[in-house]
């Protein structure tokens, strides 16, 4: 049965970085475009970043451009969330999340094939 397991989620201080990583088993990784969302108290789950599962292209909520990286590892189904510079309002649980040879519209839609159970970040300010 496919899982996906994120780790590296913590306690840190406005101004820190932290790195998520989400491992992904009983799928063909390669064939799935990645996507990290959040959800915070009391709100909607929102779209993060994605990488793409042919080209590896990233894409970014306006809200962490040039703050988040995504990135992928295929030959150790992983894919990663580095945080820098958090604030505050990066407070949420954080989700991993797999699309079988999806565009990044179709994640951006929360089209979804196979989520994480996710992992709580806290950034206190």
């Known amino acids: 049965q496919v899982q996906l397991v994120e780790s590296g989620g913590g306690l840190v201080q406005a101004g820190d970085s932290l790195s998520l990583s989400c491992a992904a088993s009983g799928l063909t990784f390669s064939r799935y475009s990645m996507g990290w969302f959040r959800q915070a108290p009391g709100k909607e789950r929102e779209f993060v970043a994605a990488?793409?599962?042919?080209?590896?292209?990233?894409y970014y909520a306006d809200s962490v451009k040039c703050l988040f990286t995504v990135s992928r590892d295929n030959a150790k189904n992983t894919v990663y969330l580095q945080m820098n510079n958090l604030k505050h309002e990066d407070t949420a649980i954080y989700y991993c999340a797999a699309a079988s040879r999806a565009f990044v519209a179709t994640i951006r839609r929360r089209i979804i094939d196979y989520w994480g159970e996710g992992t709580q970040v806290t950034v206190s300010s």
């Open positions: 990488i793409t599962w042919n080209d590896g292209s990233t």
